[in-house]
């Protein structure tokens, strides 16, 4: 069965800095989405990538799929306090599959 | 902007009781789902419901999980009999349909069981 790694598992970073989560699939990629979790929250949709080499940004947040489609990175730029949380990768267990597998997360706190 | 409602946020219960989690899907959408997260755990999927019937459930959905949708905006998800390992959080979701649409979360209910 498909499993999903995330890495790191938590990171604090001071504000402004840079910043990059991955995740790494143990089969082919079909969708993969990227969420937020803040505690007591439910998962906010971020991004979702399906093609080979693709990358979407939403403000500061930037999302890419590699060529091969078993990794993703999620790169935030001059972190903020608002993105503190946790961050997790979801994909479609198989092509046209609607039941998604996750990641365990990566918790992200920005200090001020 | 449309969302995905749960009801209640927390629920405490006695073991072997019985449980009724509420959603209301996003009005347009078709694809419905629940999910758990047990603390420190991965979510994980529990349930797909389409066209008023189980579209696929995991190991995890086993007889003591039922899912209904009554009416034409709530899901519910039935826990029989609750054991103390049913305690976590439930997430709803819905998606507007077809293949790989993207899955939109409610805030979760969080269940305790004593």
């Known amino acids: 069965s498909q499993e999903l790694e995330q890495s790191p598992q938590s990171l604090i970073v001071q504000e402004g800095k840079n910043l990059t989560i991955n995740c790494t699939s143990s089969?082919?990629?079909?969708?993969l989405y990227w969420y937020k979790q803040k505690y007591g929250e439910g998962l906010i949709f971020l991004m979702m990538?399906?093609?080979g080499g693709e990358e979407k940004s939403h403000e500061k947040i930037t999302a890419k799929l590699d060529e091969k489609k078993q990794q993703s990175s999620l790169h935030i730029t001059a972190s903020q306090p608002s993105h503190a949380g946790t961050y997790l990768c979801?994909?479609?267990?198989?092509?046209?599959?609607?039941?998604?597998?996750w990641g365990l997360g990566t918790s992200l706190a920005v200090n001020p | 902007e449309p969302e995905v409602t749960q009801t209640p946020s927390h629920q405490v219960t006695q073991m072997g009781q019985e449980v009724i989690l509420r959603c209301v899907p996003i009005?347009?959408?078709?694809?419905f789902y629940w999910y758990r997260q047990i603390l420190g755990q991965k979510v994980e999927f529990l349930v797909s419901?389409?066209?008023?019937?189980?579209?696929?459930k995991s190991e995890i959905f086993d007889d003591q999980f039922s899912v209904e949708r009554p009416d034409g905006s709530n899901f519910t998800l039935k826990i029989r009999s609750t054991k103390l390992e049913d305690s976590a959080m439930y997430f709803c979701?819905?998606?507007?349909?077809?293949?790989?649409?993207?899955?939109?979360f409610g805030p979760g209910t969080r269940l305790l069981v004593l």
């Open positions: 979701a819905s998606s507007e349909g077809a293949a790989s649409g993207t899955q939109y």
């Open positions: 009005s347009n959408h078709l694809y």
């Open positions: 419901f389409y066209n008023n019937e189980i579209s696929e």
């Open positions: 089969k082919t990629l079909y969708g």
């Open positions: 990538l399906q093609k």
């Open positions: 979801g994909a479609d267990s198989g092509r046209g599959n609607r039941k998604l597998i």
